[in-house]
């Protein structure tokens, strides 16, 4: 994959660079918080090689990637000079709503380090299971070393939180970690845990045991957020450096162990309390919910609220309840890509298919929701209903994590103990049903791109849509000697109705004219197309036109090219008609054309040769095009 290319488009394609307040990313995409969403061209941003889809949710403009995103990040993060802190702002951005504030929050600072999460909680799982199984001691070196290991993320977590935050709130870093690191310092946190009440002249600071806690530090940076500045603007720039931070510890801390940190527990467990009634009322119906809708949830960015909650449930209650139900949900996503993977005959979704299945035994679902599931949208209903049954078993056994990491293969140990073999049926039911019920009901079996891949390869015919709306006309009847004699090649002729001209082909465009009145594409049959918007309109020098892709750009059938004022057009005196036309027709048997088909049905049909029919890409002949 080219990176250098594909980070150039992206930015090109979000608005450019004065569009981007921030850019981040996760395990499988780049999220952007864009100052204007409407700028970005979500249509080509998708047909990108090497894009799977656009998601625009939780105030964030999402691009997976898929596994390759960090290498991604990293060239768009050098284009965009990210690596010496010169980010584009706009400071008139749009205002988000406070919940979409939130998500868009949370996710920025729990991101940097989900992979060490992921990595902790899965030793600890393997720990469980090695002590189990009586292959380690608990009282050995090796295991005390490598639970110190798989804890310290989770017990020094206000720590990383109070990092993450402050460089997404913009405060200064060390203040923060230094204040978490007060809240858990081992003389306070030994006074909390027994229950010893401290007081600050006289004000009583609650006994509230702070590590491995979420939202209590979170709530602190966000205060010191506000704190900060005010004090930066009070005090001359020479003193600045050092008296800031000496009243931000002054004054922080004991605000924070007074009132900000209790508030925040109380958040928390009042959370975790709504949550623990539902399961409470029906651990089943909790379990088929959660199980059938959780990957919904994913979609629209929700879920990180979970997260934070089922770390909080660890810290409390030494275990949570959601994980095991929600791992039935990742693996039927994995389920239903492997039935798409079984039964599909389309070679590309086939692959993808494939490496979406064993990406999503791994916990990384986005390739398979985005690129498999969602798209062909049956097998995503197929894996609701299976990890709802499959959910429905582990809740009704109440099943446990005994320590927080993403749910895949690898996080089955975490499970370990009460309802253990419950998990896994559940599990099986939620990965096999999905793989069952794609393959049998997932695929339409007339209507889907396998059907329509096989005529193409049995019968080495290709039809050409219509590109824009309008009267269909014969190319003979056009106003220009070139295009009506067939000096360019073979072609249909369209009187505009509309200024929007579209791909008429799913390839990939070849040339683009800088006056913006022409284009060229080559689709991946290997057919050449010159799509030229009116006749002598080069003299307008663009002005008029905006084009919306860029040379090399992957398209597909009704991506948006290029936009055009018709009526000025018309107006400074020019023929607007539109001509659509094959510059390799010799190199094809047979070329046929239609002007009494309605809108967007096929205009131009195809026999292409024989020793042609593998789709070949052929040279383009464009470059020998004047106007």
């Not at 990384?364 to 049954?389: D, H, N, Q, W």
């Not at 009116?534 to 059938?557: A, D, Y």
Request: charged share 15%; hydrophobic share 45%.
């Amino acid at each position: 994959m080219d990176y250098t290319n594909l980070a150039a488009n992206i930015i090109q394609n979000v608005g450019g660079k004065t569009n981007i307040n921030d850019v981040w990313h996760c395990a499988t995409r780049l999220r952007f918080k864009l100052a204007d969403e409407s700028k970005a061209n979500t249509n080509t941003i998708e047909s990108l090689d090497g894009v799977i889809t656009v998601v625009q949710s939780a105030g964030q403009y999402q691009i997976v990637i898929g596994n390759a995103v960090e290498d991604v990040f990293d060239t768009l993060s050098s284009q965009l000079n990210l690596s010496n802190n010169i980010k584009p702002v706009d400071t008139k951005a749009k205002r988000q709503n406070p919940i979409n504030a939130l998500m868009e929050f949370v996710s920025a600072v729990f991101t940097p380090f989900l992979g060490a999460l992921a990595g902790a909680g899965i030793l600890k799982g393997l720990l469980t299971l090695a002590t189990t199984m009586n292959w380690l001691s608990a009282n050995s070196g090796a295991y005390k070393l490598w639970y110190a290991a798989s804890d310290a993320v989770f017990y020094f977590l206000p720590l990383f939180l109070a990092f993450t935050a402050a460089q997404k709130l913009k405060v200064n870093k060390f203040i923060a970690v230094s204040l978490a690191g007060a809240m858990i310092y081992p003389t306070l946190a030994t006074t909390a845990s027994k229950g010893i009440s401290l007081s600050f002249f006289g004000l009583p600071i609650m006994p509230v045991t702070y590590t491995a806690s979420v939202f209590p530090i979170l709530l602190i940076v966000w205060g010191l957020s506000y704190v900060e500045p005010l004090l930066n603007r009070i005090f001359p720039e020479s003193m600045r450096n050092v008296l800031t931070p000496l009243l931000l510890l002054i004054v922080m801390l004991p605000v924070s162990m007074i009132i900000i940190g209790p508030v925040g527990s109380s958040i928390s467990n009042i959370l975790a309390a709504m949550l623990a009634a539902l399961y409470n009322f029906s651990p089943m119906f909790a379990g088929a919910i959660l199980g059938a809708l959780h990957q919904t949830i994913v979609i629209f960015g929700v879920h990180w609220a979970l997260i934070t909650l089922m770390i909080n449930n660890v810290a409390n209650q030494g275990y949570d309840q959601w994980l095991p139900i929600i791992c039935a949900a990742v693996l039927s996503q994995a389920g239903a890509s492997l039935g798409v993977f079984l039964k599909t005959k389309d070679p590309k979704m086939k692959t993808l298919a494939g490496s979406a299945f064993i990406t999503g035994l791994f916990g990384i679902t986005e390739p398979a929701i985005y690129g498999v599931t969602l798209k062909l949208k049956r097998p995503f209903y197929c894996a609701m209903v299976a990890s709802g049954i499959g959910g429905a078993v582990i809740g009704a056994n109440q099943v446990h994590a005994s320590t927080f990491t993403f749910p895949s293969l690898l996080a089955i140990p975490t499970y370990l103990g009460q309802g253990f073999t419950a998990e896994i049926i559940g599990l099986l039911i939620a990965f096999f049903g999905a793989v069952i019920l794609t393959y049998l009901f997932g695929i339409k079996p007339t209507t889907d791109s396998d059907s329509k891949a096989e005529k193409l390869i049995t019968e080495n015919e290709v039809d050409i849509k219509q590109p824009i709306a309008g009267k269909i006309i014969s190319m003979e009847t056009v106003n220009d000697p070139v295009f009506s004699g067939g000096a360019m090649g073979t072609g249909i002729a369209i009187e505009p109705t509309e200024g929007q001209l579209k791909s008429p082909v799913n390839g990939t465009v070849s040339a683009v004219f800088p006056t913006g009145h022409a284009i060229g594409i080559t689709s991946d049959d290997g057919v050449e197309l010159l799509l030229h918007i009116g006749i002598n309109t080069v003299q307008l020098n663009g002005k008029f036109f905006k084009t919306l892709v860029t040379q090399s750009s992957k398209v597909s059938i009704g991506t948006d090219l290029i936009e055009f004022d018709l009526d000025s057009i018309k107006k400074a005196g020019y023929d607007t008609t539109v001509m659509m036309v094959v510059t390799n027709s010799n190199q094809f048997n047979d070329i046929s054309t239609k002007i009494d088909n309605p809108q967007q049905q096929n205009l131009i049909h195809i026999r292409m040769k024989a020793n042609d029919s593998d789709g070949t890409v052929l040279n383009s002949s464009l470059d020998t095009q004047s106007n």
